[in-house]
């Protein structure tokens, strides 16, 4: 059972940044971890997710190139670099761990983490 909590979230104008920790009660080592965010009145979306090792990434297009995961085994610990954010970017992000990248969809994931609120005013 891993258990996940996330922290960081805030209210930032836009073309700031936040940095997301998502900690880890269990070892994450044993999963892909990723990160999904919820606006109001939308579907959950998938933002990026990181392999096992750290080795491979994959990132949703919206975010890309303003948005780096990362994680950290040791400390069973996994980040979101959010920068040069933009009012759509406003939402309930989520950390999650599923078996593999591939695996990161809404209906696959393992765990999830409660939500930090991201708010970005214009």
């Known amino acids: 059972q891993v258990q996940l909590v996330e922290s960081g979230g805030g209210l930032v104008q836009a073309g700031g940044s936040l940095r997301l920790s998502c900690a880890a009660s269990g070892r994450i080592s044993s999963y892909a971890m990723g990160w999904f965010r919820q606006a109001p009145g939308k579907e959950r979306e998938f933002v990026a997710a990181?392999?096992?090792?750290?080795?491979?990434?994959s990132t949703a297009d919206s975010v890309k190139g303003r948005f780096i995961i990362s994680r950290d085994n040791g400390k069973n610990t996994v980040y979101l670099q959010m920068n040069s954010l933009k009012p759509e970017d406003t939402a309930v992000y989520y950390c999650?761990?599923?078996?593999?990248?591939?695996?990161?969809?809404?209906?696959?994931?393992?765990?999830w983490g409660q939500g930090t609120q991201v708010t970005v005013s214009s």
């Open positions: 999650a761990a599923s078996s593999t990248i591939a695996a990161m969809t809404t209906m696959s994931i393992s765990y």
């Open positions: 990181i392999s096992r090792s750290g080795s491979g990434t």
